[in-house]
């Protein structure tokens, strides 16, 4: 609830209430996630007004590394970065079907 907060005021309120609770139950591993909180504090309110992801440039990063490493042989990088451009352009499907079924 205090991460999807479009209001810093509101989600700091709600973050330091969740740093208290971990705080008062002495569990080792929520005095951890305590000390994450604290540590990222700022970085995590300023999502509150910018709601900016880096999902896509990791996925983007994952797609070169792997091509990368099936590419071992490549002669030239003109081919790699042509590689590269083909395999942003497609559509990934995550788990295609083995088979189809037919009528």
């Known amino acids: 609830l205090a ?11 709600d ?37 900016i992801s880096a999902g896509k440039i990791e996925g983007i990063n994952n797609k070169i590394k792997t091509l990368r490493r099936q590419a071992y042989g490549y002669r030239d990088d003109e081919y790699f970065f042509l590689k590269l451009f083909d395999i942003s352009r497609k559509t990934y499907v995550r788990n295609p079907l083995s088979h189809k079924i037919c009528d």
């Open 3 to 13: 991460y999807s907060r479009n209001d810093e005021a509101r989600m700091s309120e």
């Open 15 to 51: 973050i330091i209430s969740i740093m208290d609770t971990c705080k008062s139950t002495k569990n080792e591993h929520l005095m951890w996630f305590r000390r994450l909180l604290d540590n990222h504090f700022e970085g995590i309110i300023a999502h509150a007004t910018y709601d």
